[in-house]
């Protein structure tokens, strides 16, 4: 349970700087489009893509919070055995989710990105770096999810 703390204590934080950074780039963007007169050029591909890392692990950390929204018509009318059982179906389901579209088909992603040399045409990264969030999310969801099957943490 110790490394689960320090897992959510890692993701808030990067969380909060990626936050804090795309609200510095934000704020430099409309200054430099209304005070300056002439736009940053590297700043809008920049908020889009702090945009995608803060949904994507934003997602990571909500799944290992339990604050993601749920629908429990159907739980709430089975007994607490059941439920349980439910839990643990619903929690596999998703790990198998999170390992066949985020863990590999992210990694395909970013391997191909890789490959093919692409990057991003302001900042002239590589869009790898860009996707790389994709599998390094699945792969937090399905420790939170074998965490929570494992330590009995369904309800």
């Given at each position: 349970?110790?490394?689960?703390k320090?897992i959510?204590?890692?993701l808030g934080?990067?969380?909060v700087?990626?936050?804090?950074v795309?609200?510095i780039n934000?704020?430099?963007?409309?200054f430099t489009?209304?005070?300056?007169?002439?736009?940053s050029s590297?700043?809008?591909?920049?908020?889009?893509y702090l945009m995608i890392?803060?949904?994507v692990?934003?997602a990571?950390?909500?799944?290992?919070k339990?604050m993601h929204v749920?629908?429990?018509l159907?739980?709430?009318?089975l007994?607490?055995?059941n439920?349980?059982?439910?839990?643990?179906v619903?929690?596999?389901?998703?790990?198998?989710?999170?390992?066949?579209?985020?863990?590999?088909g992210?990694a395909?992603?970013?391997?191909i990105t890789l490959?093919?040399?692409q990057y991003s045409?302001?900042?002239q990264?590589?869009?790898a770096?860009?996707?790389?969030?994709?599998?390094?999310?699945g792969l937090?969801?399905?420790f939170y999810k074998?965490?929570?099957?494992?330590?009995k943490?369904?309800l």
């Amino acid at each position: 349970m110790e490394i689960r703390k320090k897992i959510d204590k890692i993701l808030g934080n990067t969380l909060v700087f990626i936050m804090a950074v795309m609200v510095i780039n934000v704020l430099w963007q409309v200054f430099t489009r209304f005070i300056v007169g002439t736009p940053s050029s590297f700043t809008d591909e920049l908020a889009r893509y702090l945009m995608i890392w803060v949904g994507v692990l934003g997602a990571a950390y909500i799944s290992g919070k339990k604050m993601h929204v749920a629908i429990d018509l159907i739980p709430r009318k089975l007994n607490k055995a059941n439920q349980i059982k439910l839990k643990i179906v619903v929690n596999i389901l998703i790990i198998i989710f999170c390992l066949g579209a985020l863990v590999v088909g992210g990694a395909r992603l970013v391997y191909i990105t890789l490959i093919l040399e692409q990057y991003s045409p302001a900042l002239q990264i590589p869009l790898a770096l860009v996707y790389l969030v994709i599998p390094i999310s699945g792969l937090l969801i399905i420790f939170y999810k074998i965490s929570d099957i494992l330590n009995k943490q369904l309800l």
